[in-house]
């Protein structure tokens, strides 16, 4: 476990809320309301999909550009998780190699951590414009593998939602997953090694396996 993969939003940041604002105005242009059902699909598929399915491909080009800059806009509205820093540290401290692997666009995913200064963390990142195939897809696994030299049994892969596990398992690494970003108790995740429901209950794992 000498090297750990992490996505961003719902795992390493709190972004759920400000996304939501974002798509809500985006569609607002387009006289189209989102349902409770709409923002729940939204987290499962990239934006690029999204806009895809609920505008038609005619529109997503222009909601894409829109969504990207109320993003960059609305930064500020994003939060990391409550003892993550602690957490990145103490991996740091531990010799472990940090990355990132995200379906969000690079521009956006950058300036969240800049933002919040967690840039320094990851010796690499992936984003959804770095890949051709984006999660479930393990292609941008495939492209830290590469970028480290290591093997699957070297890497640990976090993340908060099921893309993020199958995208694990298609690359033959070990899969934890976490729920803090839900405000309830998520049952355990048959898909994942490992599910942690609070970023201190992970953090004390760490401390006793590594």
């Given at each position: ?12 940041v709190?972004?759920?809320s ?28 990239t ?62 995913a ?63 690494v ?37």
């Amino acid at each position: 476990m000498t090297h750990w993969v992490f996505d961003l939003d719902g795992t390493l940041v709190d972004s759920f809320s400000q996304y939501h604002e974002a798509l809500g105005e985006v569609f607002a242009a387009y006289d189209v309301g989102l349902t409770k059902a709409d923002f729940e699909q939204c987290l499962h598929v990239t934006a690029r999909q999204f806009l895809h399915d609920k505008l038609g491909p005619e529109n997503v080009k222009k909601a894409y550009t829109q969504l990207t800059d109320i993003s960059l806009r609305d930064t500020h509205k994003v939060s990391a998780f409550k003892g993550i820093d602690s957490l990145l540290k103490s991996l740091q401290a531990k010799g472990v190699e940090l990355s990132l692997w995200t379906n969000r666009d690079r521009g956006t995913a950058d300036e969240v951590l800049r933002h919040l200064n967690l840039q320094s963390f990851f010796s690499t990142s992936v984003t959804g414009t770095c890949v051709t195939n984006v999660k479930p897809h393990p292609e941008g696994l495939h492209k830290i593998l590469e970028h480290f030299g290591c093997g699957p049994e070297d890497i640990v892969m976090v993340g908060d939602h099921d893309i993020d596990m199958r995208a694990a398992k298609s690359g033959g690494v070990r899969a934890i997953r976490v729920s803090w970003a839900s405000a309830q108790l998520v049952p355990r995740c048959q898909l994942a090694d490992d599910h942690f429901h609070r970023v201190d209950d992970l953090h004390g794992w760490i401390d006793k396996n590594l």
